[in-house]
């Protein structure tokens, strides 16, 4: 009964999740500004929300885009999609991708999906064009720099609507696959070319982060195929980094591990013990100036605190101080040339014959 019991709450507690992540990401992306007071919503804001939910919740970036991909085939009434949806919808892509390092490659139907309804879209728009293109164009290019296959999006058309703004867009459609076919074609050289300066050349206009149809970023294509040569003119030269996570969720090192990259993983050890040695040393060296800055702290503590006793007791003991200097000098007036005459007297003298002693 206690079983029962528990997975009746998991069961509530994951329908509720859901019904709020839903509701949330259909605010966030069908919001529209607050007229009265003069108050607007902010995307921010419905972001925010969504992190927090993320953040407190069950829910992680994926059910966010099962979300996205369900108001997206909905459907509702296609007129109450406007531009201000979609660019809502890329952004808040972006901020999962940046924030929660969501997999897009591996939700790339929620992206195929509002491609093809930006497209359709187009059908019914009458003022705003050039606009909705603009918007298509960002889509098309997050598509690309994440891996996703945009040779298979295909919309569907209805029998009436405006026909050159389809064609335009469909035109653009076409123009970012057939980009994206050369940057894959570009990654393929990585397999088929052995000379070093060939590949140098065929890369050199692919982007870092970009990734190839498999999800495969540059750098983990060239950990599988255990092009040494070419990860190390990666590094130095393009700066890349290789804690950098594929369509899967795999590091470079995973990669080649995985593809049994001899060489690759060799170099990739010995980078590992270099960087831990030079962390290593880094946080000796820093932890011993740490050291010296405290102990030269206690130093000048110490000598303000010697400095500020000493001008308490001159202030406190001026009087008295005074009085002993005062004292001092007396006695050495007074005393001063007897103490003379008898460093002057080599014979020794008896005690009662200081008394005989003359002092003028």
């Known amino acids: ?23 949330c990401v259909f605010g966030c992306l069908t919001s529209k500004s607050l007229e009265a ?17 993320i953040t407190n919740t069950c829910a992680n970036a994926e059910s966010i ?21 979609y660019q809502r919808c890329l952004k808040l892509f972006e901020y999962l991708v940046e924030s929660h390092k969501f997999n ?16 359709t879209m187009l059908e019914y728009e009458k003022e705003d064009v050039a606009s909705l293109i603009a918007v298509l164009n960002d889509f098309l290019d997050f598509a690309i720099i994440h891996g996703v296959d945009i040779q298979t999006v ?6 009436k609507g405006q026909k050159e703004a389809v064609d335009r867009a469909v035109a653009e459609l076409d123009t970012a696959k057939t980009n994206q076919r050369k940057i894959w074609s570009h990654f393929d050289m990585i397999e088929k070319v052995d000379t070093l300066s060939l590949i140098q050349t065929a890369i050199g206009g ?43 969720g795999r590091t470079v090192l ?16 010995l980078q590992h013990a270099k960087l831990t040695v030079t962390m290593f040393t880094a946080s000796q060296y ?39 200097f005062k004292q001092v000098h007396q006695f050495n007036t007074i005393w001063n040339k007897a103490t003379i005459v008898l460093d002057e007297t080599t014979d020794s003298l008896p005690w009662l014959s200081w008394k005989k002693i003359k002092i003028e």
């Open 65 to 85: 885009a099962v979300a996205i991909h369900q108001v997206l085939e909905l459907g509702l009434d296609r007129l109450c999609f406007s531009q201000g949806f």
């Open 104 to 119: 897009v490659w591996q939700n790339q139907r929620c992206v195929h999906e509002a491609i093809s309804k930006l497209v």
């Open 286 to 324: 820093r932890r011993k100036k740490a050291q010296q800055k405290y102990l030269s702290f206690l130093d000048s503590l110490r000598s303000i605190q010697a400095r500020y006793r000493g001008r308490n007791v001159r202030r406190l003991y001026h009087g008295i101080l005074s009085q002993r």
């Open 154 to 159: 295909s919309p569907s058309y209805y029998s």
């Open 37 to 53: 007071k003069g108050a607007t919503e902010s995307d921010d804001d419905h972001l925010q929300i969504i992190g927090s939910i």
């Open 1 to 23: 009964q206690s079983l029962n019991t528990q997975e009746n709450f998991e069961a509530k507690s994951k329908f509720i999740c859901s019904t709020l992540v839903g509701s």
């Open 206 to 248: 692919v982007d870092k982060s970009w990734c190839n149809r498999e999800g495969l970023g540059l750098v983990h294509l060239v950990a599988a195929y255990d092009r040494k040569d070419v990860l190390i003119w990666l590094v130095a030269k393009k700066k890349v980094s290789l804690y950098q996570i594929d369509g899967s």
């Open 254 to 269: 995973e990669v080649a591990q995985a593809c049994s990259s001899t060489n690759v993983l060799q170099w990739l050890v």
